[in-house]
Structures are given as C-alpha cells and as structure tokens.
C-alpha cells in the first residue's frame, strides 16, 4: 500500500505530531468523506510507501528519522504573494527545509511542484520564467524533478474569482513556458514535467511521466500488482493508486487556488476537532462507526 499524506490537507505542515502519534500507535483511521460512518484502518505495517505532499515540510523535519518507510515528498513551491497565498511561510524558509530533506532522503526521493501556474496582471508569463529560474537556481544539486500543473477551474477559485483575476493562457503562452522552462530545468541539472495535463508540453522538453509513476512505485516497493489511481477523475492522470489519509476542508493556507479547501469557515470548524492523539485527523471514532481493516 502506498499512503497518500496528503492530497486533501496539509498534513505535515499542520499535523506532523498527529502523523507521528499514529505511526507510533501502528495504525491510522480514516472516515470516508462520502459515507461518514465508514472507517478506513489502515496498519502501517502495510504500508510500502509513504508520499508526503505538502507546502510547508518544516514541522515534519524533526520527526522523519523516526519513519523506517520509504518516503517520497512532493513540495509545492511557487512565487505567489500572501494574495494569493496568505500562511505560508517565507519561501526562503521552505528552500532551506527542501535542501535539509535532500540531504536526509536523498535527491531522487525530492519533488518540487510550480503548481498551479496562473496567470493575471501582477503573475504574467515574464514573471514566471524569473520565479522558474530563480527557484532552480537555489535548489540545483538538491532536486532533480520538478513537476508543473496550470490552475483549474475549482469551486475554491470561482470563489476567489475577484483575487486571483485570472487571464486563459494562450498557445504563446504555453509555448513560452515550455521553451523557458525546459531550458532552465536543463541548466539546473532538473527534468520537468506536467501533473496531468492536456498541454503535456513535451514538444518544448518536457518529459511524459506521472507524479509517481508505476516504474518508480516498483523501483521502491517491488510490487507488481500495483493499480492506476482511479479515485482521481482526470483522464490525464496515470499515477499508481494511493490511499489518501487527509480530510478536505482541513487546510490553513486559505491559497485562493486550492481545490481541497472551499469553505474557510467550515476549516476553522474542523481545525477546532482536531485531537493530536485520536486516531482520525479530525474528531474522535463514535460508538457506531464501522471500521473495516483497509489492506491495499
């Protein structure tokens, strides 16, 4: 089994010490966001892989010695302002922690994601391409993948429609991002590729691959029966399946593009549940949950 940790919050960046409980506990619960009274408990010693997704790896730092998993990490890094992004914090910082867990993890095991590149008055193409080369420029010798996605149309982006002022992106613009950053990543010593996307972009460089792609999940767990993700709804997306132990609406970034947040009344709500040593990111089991033991 591979975890997903997480797509739905931000789990090291909010949660480190509830992750490191329940590593400690073996085991993790996860209520199902569609049927609320079904419960997922997951065994860690049925974990292959953890891949840990997150804006802000700082908190975690202190505990990765403690994991004897695999663990692969995708940090989302990109050159917005508190406008845009509003708690994160200074990306110099995150910088200095995507280089520390280089060190510790190895830098095969560190994705970087520029994602979602959008675009309006203040974030234009020439912004981008000074941002790209700027962020790889820091990180050469400590990552060698950055992956790239363009920002969908999200309830959470509708909603935040008068702040991000979005522009379409024209077939110049894909055009100029893919020549400038497949040059860029080249010159650092990086590959770069989309999260998928329609616009692949690799008549410009970009390498085809998935985020975490069957041949890397082999390579790291020896499993041949692993499966397609078919919980994500994008034809574009081959990536392996992973179980994904997060709660939406969870997240204190507030990033005006996020599709995990859409109700910032409803994450303060949840923040409150939160109980470092329950066995759920948010609240405690009930009396009448089901819980049934979750294997692959």
Not at 5 to 33: C, H, L, M
Not at 189 to 195: G, L, R, S, W
């Amino acid at each position: 089994m591979i975890l997903n940790v997480s797509g739905r919050t931000d789990i090291p960046a909010f949660y480190s010490e509830w992750f490191y409980n329940r590593y400690k506990q073996g085991f993790v619960d996860v209520r199902n966001p569609f049927f609320r009274k079904n419960i997922s408990r997951i065994y860690f010693k049925d974990v292959d892989l953890i891949v840990f997704c997150t804006k802000n790896p700082i908190p975690i730092l202190k505990y990765l010695k403690n994991f004897d998993k695999p663990i692969l990490f995708h940090i989302t890094l990109t050159p917005y302002k508190k406008d845009i992004e509003p708690n994160l914090p200074p990306k110099g910082k995150i910088i200095e922690a995507i280089r520390q867990l280089s060190n510790v993890l190895g830098v095969d095991n560190i994705y970087v994601r520029y994602d979602p590149i959008l675009i309006n008055d203040k974030y234009t193409i020439e912004y981008h391409v000074k941002a790209f080369n700027h962020m790889c420029k820091l990180l050469n010798g400590y990552v060698k993948h950055i992956i790239i996605s363009f920002i969908d149309d999200y309830k959470n982006v509708r909603n935040n429609k008068d702040v991000l002022k979005l522009k379409e992106l024209t077939n110049e613009d894909y055009r100029q991002i893919g020549i400038n950053f497949s040059k860029i990543a080249k010159e650092n010593n990086m590959t770069v590729q989309t999260c998928s996307e329609k616009e692949n972009l690799i008549q410009y460089g970009f390498i085809k691959r998935d985020c975490v792609d069957f041949n890397l999940a082999y390579k790291i767990t020896k499993k041949t029966n692993l499966k397609r993700w078919t919980s994500r709804n994008n034809k574009y997306c081959n990536c392996v399946n992973m179980v994904d132990i997060g709660v939406y609406n969870t997240c204190k970034h507030f990033c005006k593009y996020c599709y995990a947040n859409y109700d910032e009344k409803k994450v303060i709500t949840n923040f409150s549940n939160h109980n470092p040593a329950s066995s759920l990111l948010i609240g405690d089991l009930e009396k009448d949950d089901k819980i049934n033991i979750r294997k692959d």
